[in-house]
């Protein structure tokens, strides 16, 4: 057994949507959650700007004593996820955009991907997306300029909706019946993305799959949680607006 915290990183509130379905699963746990938004968004840097950061993220949640890493940050996860397993020995988990299921399901042979600019570009990326080419096509969009909104506290409305016609568009003249929220910021939006989409695309995001895997390694390592008051502690090194904007608990929000 081990009560020390599950640590998150994202570069905003993205990775909130990956903790409630982490939390869900394991309500024994207590979690410490860092949201590096006075660097975000990530998804226009380069690899290097990528990898600093997340390196100095790990280290901050350890110094905070965390028995796990989350990387709730597909940007972050594509571009050094090898490199934070190897700088570190505490386990991490890492968040990828979902192609395996969306590339296994698909009827007609075409999926989208919704994701930014520094997880379509990755290697990572580039290998998932590759062992499915041969058999489907991939409808790639760099959805630029929606961290930004939905860090703004944007998460619905016409000026939202007007870049999101712009991405989604080709993707359902490409008739795709799946599509991959490849960025952890996606689902705070799905509402407004559901109204451009047919009904008959399924919106896959990685929440359920993420906890799955958190729940098994904990299990594996022996560092199961049995906190009977969990403790949700949220930091973060810009403005707090945007995470008292999406966490209706009462969770304590820090700024450091
Ligand atoms: N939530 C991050 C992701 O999943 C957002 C990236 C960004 O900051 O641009 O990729």
């Not at 915290?5 to 509130?13: E, H, K, N, T, V």
């Not at 050094?80 to 386990?91: D, E, H, Q, Y």
């Not at 896959?204 to 949680?225: H, R, Y």
Request: proline share 4%; charged share 20%.
């Amino acid at each position: 057994m081990n009560n020390a915290p599950i640590g998150i990183f994202d570069s905003g509130i993205g990775g909130v949507t990956i903790f409630k379905s982490v939390k869900k699963l394991l309500p024994k746990e207590n979690f410490l959650y860092f949201s590096d938004n006075l660097n975000s968004p990530y998804g226009n840097k380069s690899k290097k700007e990528i990898q600093t950061l997340s390196l100095k993220n790990s280290e901050w949640l350890l110094n905070k004593g965390c028995k796990i890493i989350i990387v709730a940050c597909n940007t972050a996860t594509t571009n050094c996820i090898s490199l934070l397993r190897k700088s570190f020995k505490t386990p991490f988990v890492g968040v990828e955009p979902a192609i395996k299921p969306a590339a296994t399901n698909t009827k007609t042979g075409n999926i989208g991907v919704l994701a930014t600019k520094g997880t379509l570009n990755s290697n990572l990326f580039g290998i998932t997306s590759n062992d499915y080419c041969s058999k489907i096509k991939i409808i790639e969009k760099n959805g630029d300029g929606l961290v930004e909104m939905i860090e703004n506290g944007i998460l619905n409305g016409t000026e939202i909706e007007k870049l999101l016609i712009k991405f989604l568009n080709p993707m359902i003249k490409s008739n795709i019946d799946h599509l991959v929220l490849g960025c952890t910021h996606f689902p705070l939006i799905n509402d407004s993305i559901k109204k451009i989409l047919p009904g008959n695309v399924k919106i896959l995001e990685s929440g359920e799959a993420i906890a799955k895997q958190t729940k098994k390694i904990i299990m594996d390592n022996n560092i199961v949680g049995n906190n009977t008051n969990p403790t949700y502690n949220f930091y973060c090194n810009g403005s707090d607006n945007s995470l008292k904007k999406i966490l209706t608990d009462n969770f304590k929000i820090n700024i450091i």
